[in-house]
């Protein structure tokens, strides 16, 4: 089982959520100008605690051991996120589980 989510995994989380959006500004713009560039970063900000939730999910089911930051990270997003609206897919850990092999 996996140890409690604590303050500083959010924000671990976040960061490396936020530096992913940022490298990948011109994916997201249509929501970004949409919304401004403030929402924008609130919106990724919410993504943090269900990030590390499926991480942790993946660690736990799959034995994941590939880096958080550059490898998980894109994945989630690319995955589980609508880049339209950067909100969370409802069945975001059932996409996980059909595209991770379960050894």
């Known amino acids: ?5 604590t303050e500083f995994d959010i924000a671990f989380s976040a960061a490396c959520l936020w530096e992913h ?5 011109d994916d997201y713009s249509y929501y970004r100008n ?3 560039m403030a929402q924008f970063r609130d919106s990724v900000c919410q993504l943090a605690r269900p990030v590390e ?6 660690v736990e089911v799959y034995q994941y051991d ?7 990270v ?10 339209h609206s950067i909100e969370l897919r409802p069945d975001y850990l ?3 589980d059909g595209e991770l092999p379960n050894d």
């Open 34 to 36: 949409r919304v401004g």
């Open 21 to 25: 959006f940022l490298e990948n500004i």
């Open 94 to 96: 059932s996409l996980l």
């Open 1 to 5: 089982m996996t140890d409690e989510i």
């Open 66 to 72: 590939d880096s958080f930051d550059w490898e998980f």
């Open 74 to 83: 894109p994945l989630f997003v690319n995955m589980c996120v609508n880049p």
């Open 53 to 58: 939730e499926a991480y942790n999910h993946v």
